[in-house]
């Protein structure tokens, strides 16, 4: 057992200046992701500062018809709640296809949202990493690389984000709420993660003591549809292979007039395909546009030797749900 200190906080502006006075804290709410890495050596804070006692767990509309999440909410709360189901429902699915239930009773969204980018050499501390040990190396390149990224790698880090409900958030264009000793700020899920770069160690744009509080969702229009698929390699609780959230607005009875798509499972972060988007802005709703536009968002991918699968698996894969969400339309 290696000692830590514990902290419950009582208030947010306390919890960020204790996280912020110590460079080894961590805060601590569900538990689901930090505490299976400090039992496996990866992680060792010096201070654990508990948040989950914060009042953060509440779901609330906003006045232009749009919902603010509480950081504290649980993913199953979430996944369950009636405005997510009718509004969202993307999200919904998304939160229901990660995990077990079990998890998703303790998960919480701000948890969720910053849970490690990473792979199974990450998981093992005999092996080089260059996220868990900076300068390490990356064991993933040119060893075991099957479910890596395909987009936004570099020669220090090939892993690819986890969580599903980050993909879903990306396609519908959220809103990260971050307190800091300075204020607050609202930053665009799209920005808020990081590619690998040369510091892969740094999985978001967040500084030391930042607390997520809040995740905001815009409103949608009444002609908007949305789903998320999920492949992965067994029927339940494993990381995606890839997956695909899609948002679309119709415009008449076979044309879409705006498309927000996110990929999950290619990168280091959710992978907004904002080419496969303006293939589709103003198109028909024709399978041969889907294919082209997934398409036209895989040009640019890079494969690894063991992962070139996802390229077709991924084209085949937003074309599914694309026709689905256009069904009774083409």
């Given at each position: 057992?290696?000692p830590?200190?514990?902290?419950?906080?009582?208030?947010?502006?306390?919890?960020?200046?204790?996280?912020?006075?110590?460079?080894?804290?961590?805060?601590?709410?569900?538990?689901?992701?930090?505490?299976?890495?400090?039992?496996?050596?990866?992680?060792?804070?010096?201070?654990?500062?508990?948040?989950?006692?914060?009042?953060?767990?509440?779901?609330?509309e906003?006045?232009?018809?749009?919902?603010?999440?509480?950081?504290?909410?649980?993913?199953?709360?979430?996944?369950?709640?009636?405005?997510?189901?009718?509004?969202?429902?993307?999200?919904?699915?998304?939160?229901?296809?990660g995990?077990?239930?079990?998890?998703?009773?303790?998960?919480?969204?701000?948890?969720?949202?910053?849970?490690?980018?990473?792979?199974?050499?990450?998981?093992?501390?005999?092996?080089?990493?260059?996220?868990?040990?900076?300068?390490?190396?990356?064991?993933?390149i040119?060893?075991?690389?099957?479910?890596?990224?395909?987009?936004?790698?570099?020669?220090?880090?090939?892993?690819?984000?986890?969580?599903?409900?980050?993909?879903?958030?990306?396609?519908?264009?959220?809103?990260?709420?971050?307190?800091?000793q300075?204020?607050?700020?609202?930053?665009?899920?799209d920005?808020?993660?990081?590619?690998?770069?040369?510091?892969?160690?740094?999985?978001?744009?967040?500084?030391?003591?930042?607390?997520?509080?809040?995740?905001e969702?815009?409103?949608?229009?009444?002609?908007?549809?949305?789903?998320?698929?999920?492949?992965?390699?067994?029927?339940?609780?494993?990381?995606?292979?890839?997956?695909?959230?899609?948002?679309?607005?119709?415009?008449?009875?076979?044309?879409?007039?705006d498309?927000?798509?996110?990929i999950?499972?290619v990168?280091?972060?959710?992978?907004?395909?904002?080419?496969?988007?303006?293939?589709?802005?103003?198109?028909?709703?024709?399978?041969?546009?889907?294919?082209?536009?997934?398409?036209?968002?895989?040009?640019?991918?890079?494969p690894?030797?063991?992962n070139?699968?996802?390229?077709?698996?991924?084209?085949?894969?937003?074309?599914?749900?694309?026709?689905?969400?256009?069904e009774?339309?083409?």
């Open positions: 057992m290696i830590f200190d514990y902290q419950r906080a009582s208030t947010v502006p306390d919890a960020v200046r204790a996280a912020a006075s110590r460079e080894d804290s961590a805060y601590l709410a569900g538990g689901t992701n930090i505490v299976d890495h400090m039992k496996l050596g990866i992680a060792a804070p010096g201070l654990l500062v508990d948040v989950s006692g914060l009042p953060l767990d509440d779901i609330s906003r006045e232009d018809g749009g919902l603010r999440i509480g950081a504290a909410v649980r993913n199953s709360e979430l996944a369950a709640h009636p405005l997510i189901r009718r509004r969202y429902p993307l999200l919904s699915e998304a939160l229901l296809s995990a077990s239930g079990q998890l998703r009773n303790m998960a919480t969204t701000g948890g969720n949202l910053l849970q490690r980018t990473r792979c199974v050499y990450f998981q093992d501390p005999t092996t080089p990493c260059n996220k868990r040990a900076p300068g390490s190396g990356c064991s993933a040119g060893g075991y690389n099957r479910h890596h990224a395909i987009f936004g790698a570099s020669d220090h880090c090939v892993a690819v984000h986890p969580s599903d409900m980050a993909v879903a958030l990306a396609a519908l264009d959220a809103e990260v709420i971050v307190s800091h300075a204020g607050q700020d609202r930053i665009p899920l920005d808020f993660y990081r590619l690998p770069g040369r510091t892969p160690e740094h999985d978001t744009v967040l500084n030391h003591g930042d607390l997520i509080t809040a995740v969702l815009p409103p949608l229009s009444d002609s908007a549809r949305s789903h998320y698929a999920k492949v992965r390699d067994r029927a339940t609780f494993a990381f995606a292979v890839v997956s695909v959230a899609a948002v679309l607005e119709m415009a008449g009875s076979r044309s879409i007039s498309a927000h798509i996110a999950g499972g990168a280091h972060k959710p992978w907004r395909a904002h080419r496969a988007e303006a293939v589709l802005r103003g198109a028909a709703t024709d399978t041969a546009v889907f294919r082209s536009a997934a398409a036209a968002e895989l040009d640019e991918a890079a690894l030797p063991g070139q699968f996802k390229v077709p698996l991924l084209i085949n894969t937003m074309v599914d749900v694309l026709e689905r969400l256009t009774g339309h083409r």
